[in-house]
């Protein structure tokens, strides 16, 4: 195979590719058994039409032969008949024959080689085919476990780099953050409610104390039945007792 048919192979194999900047190994393999197979075609072509142009070359010399030993009888013929001229014609047509016939026979000899040689590079390229086919498939196969294992390892890769396991980390802390943050607010809640029920009972505890001191200090001056509203009738005790009850409460509030 020539330079030619090397480059157009890289060509076809370029231009059928397409993917990517790198060479597929799978179809450069492909596209060279496909130009492999139709190389064997046009050499298997090429046998048949050597061994066509054989046989028809045999033909042809075998036709001279028998056409020439016909004229030689018939050169006899004249001889016998006493006719030298006609017999010295059918020799001439004869010798005619016999030199067609020799050529023949060495363009014979010539394509029993060409033909040889064209069966014989016919049964090696048949064979550099079938090896290539069978190199094919095991390069395809080793390709493919490449390819997958390359992706295999970047996923992994991608995995295992410091941005995915910080981004992990940062999730984690995160939870850990938000749990934390969950159970603050628990104590808080806890202790409000303990505050606020302690507040409460504080406070009761005062206004009890207070009611009961206005209860004392009101039974121990004139009944609550009615108390008179105007100031023009009030009651000098009662007044000083309102006056010491709000002394009082002043203080309670102090």
Do not use: C
Request: charged share 30%; glycine share 4%.
């Amino acid at each position: 195979m020539g330079l030619f048919d090397r480059v157009g192979r890289l060509i076809r194999a370029n231009i059928n590719s397409m993917v990517g900047q790198a060479e597929d190994p799978e179809k450069i393999l492909e596209q060279t058994v496909t130009d492999m197979q139709e190389d064997l075609i046009r050499l298997r072509q090429a046998v048949a039409q050597a061994i066509a142009t054989q046989k028809r070359t045999e033909r042809q010399y075998s036709q001279s032969e028998s056409t020439s030993e016909e004229w030689y009888r018939r050169a006899q013929l004249a001889l016998q008949k006493g006719d030298d001229n006609l017999a010295r014609e059918a020799l001439n047509r004869r010798k005619s024959y016999q030199e067609t016939a020799a050529a023949l026979k060495s363009q014979i000899e010539q394509q029993n080689s060409i033909v040889a040689k064209l069966r014989q590079n016919m049964m090696t390229l048949e064979s550099k085919l079938s090896e290539a086919r069978t190199k094919k498939d095991m390069y395809i196969a080793r390709a493919r476990s490449a390819k997958a294992s390359q992706q295999l390892n970047e996923m992994l890769g991608r995995v295992g780099t410091n941005n995915a396991l910080s981004a992990f980390e940062r999730m984690e802390e995160k939870v850990h953050q938000l749990e934390a943050q969950s159970e603050a607010i628990a104590e808080l809640s806890q202790g409000d409610a303990i505050e606020k029920q302690f507040a409460a009972l504080e406070s009761g505890g005062d206004v009890d104390a207070e009611l009961a001191a206005m209860k004392a200090q009101l039974s121990g001056s004139t009944p609550t039945a009615s108390l008179p509203a105007s100031p023009a009738t009030s009651n000098p005790d009662i007044d000083a007792d309102l006056e010491q009850l709000r002394s009082q409460l002043d203080d309670k509030r102090s």
